[in-house]
């Protein structure tokens, strides 16, 4: 699934949105998650920098 | 963490990585029952089958899980549930659309779970349909760098379809109707 269109939302934003895509594919009955964000390149960057 | 007994830190470390190994197996198990059920047993002329058992394996998972998961989703074993696939549609925090692809033997239980989910982080759940529309399906390949010349994945995707497009290097997309007609190509 690709989106046809791509959200770019700031660098906190996308984190938050992150999160909650994270606490979705954390349930039992998910198999797979998509969403419509773009995560730029700040966004991975702080990501990784978080881990 | 560690007192006096060296099990109490395996028993904090094993179990977390436990819980975790459990749930992809869930997951996987799941594929492959889905798998099974639409397009029977044979691995060889299942190609969703093949592809969800060999995803197992990647993850060490025991053939004897993998052949009861077959066996289930090809009716032979009398376990009792019926899984079914649904997709379920929302909006994320920051109106970002979000869908939910999910395997389950009870929808009540999943939906309620998704929704808390998607609820307590500002978001809401849809109707089927009202986020659909922003996603095509498509296939994707991924074609190691090393093994071919960026020319001949380039040609040859031009070559299949219009349709097809090369994101990187490396990997390339096409529309999902067009992947039955061309699978002898690229397979």
Known sequence: MIPTNEIELPVDQTLQVLRVVETIEELDDVQNVFHTMHISDDAMAALESEA | ?187
């Open chain 2, 1 to 187: 963490m560690s007192g006096h007994s060296k099990w109490a830190t395996i028993k904090r470390k094993k179990g977390a990585a436990d819980a975790k190994r459990g749930q992809v197996f869930t997951r996987l198990t799941r594929e492959i029952v889905m798998a099974a059920r639409e397009g029977g047993a044979e691995v060889d002329s299942n190609f969703r089958l093949r592809l969800a058992v060999e995803k197992a394996r990647s993850q060490n998972m025991p053939k004897e899980n993998i052949e009861r998961a077959i066996k289930r989703g090809a009716g032979e074993s009398k376990d009792g549930a019926v899984f079914e696939q649904i997709y379920y549609e929302g909006y994320g925090p920051h109106g970002v659309a979000i869908m939910i692809d999910c395997v389950t033997e009870n929808r009540n239980r999943t939906v309620a779970e998704v929704r808390h989910m998607l609820s307590r982080s500002g978001g809401t759940l849809g109707e089927a349909g009202s986020v659909g529309w922003q996603f095509n399906r498509v296939a994707y390949f991924a074609i190691p760098a090393a093994k071919a010349k960026f020319d001949t994945v380039f040609e040859m995707s031009s070559r299949s379809s219009p349709r097809w497009r090369v994101s990187s290097c490396s990997a390339m997309r096409c529309g999902r109707r067009k992947l039955k007609s061309r699978k002898p190509n690229c397979a």
